[in-house]
């Protein structure tokens, strides 16, 4: 694998037509995961408050998770500035919901969430609790890591 040396420019894949919430804009986004099998990126679309499908080639994003209109809430099919995503092999979406304080996963296809780490809105430094989750990853036994960011910590969450 190579890439070219010394590029001066890149290539706007998706986005790019300034910050909002119509479905041809991002709005600050955060965290990307590639779907070699879609050919797409998922992206938390942070500031919109939700997660979006951009097929590479496309103009325009799919909702997957959140409010398509861009508001925040904290129920089961809502985010508050998602950030770090993940996706295992059976193609369920993990989302770092960082203004809720928690980790949100979405079984494959469906848009309604259940909280798998930390407590909805409510944000804290004890070992149940995130505060602004921003970034995370799964291993090869889907343990959940989870950075902390403003516990200053990394925190592992086993599978069970």
Known sequence: ???????SSGTVVAGGNGAGTSNTQLNNPFGLYFDVSSNSLL????????????????THW????????????????????????AVDWMGNLYVADGDNHRIQFFLAGESNGTT???VTATSGSS??????PLAIALDS???????DYSNHRI??????
């Open 1 to 7: 694998m190579c890439y070219q040396a010394n590029a």
């Open 43 to 58: 992206i938390g679309n942070t500031d919109a408050h939700n997660v979006v499908r951009w097929t590479l080639g496309a």
């Open 62 to 85: 799919t909702l997957v998770a959140g409010d398509i209109s861009g508001s925040p809430g904290s129920s089961s099919t809502q985010l508050s500035r998602p950030a770090g995503l």
């Open 116 to 118: 798998i780490a930390g």
């Open 127 to 132: 070992s149940i609790l995130l505060n602004q």
């Open 141 to 147: 036994q889907l343990n959940l890591y989870v950075s």
């Open 155 to 160: 925190q592992r969450f086993l599978r069970y």
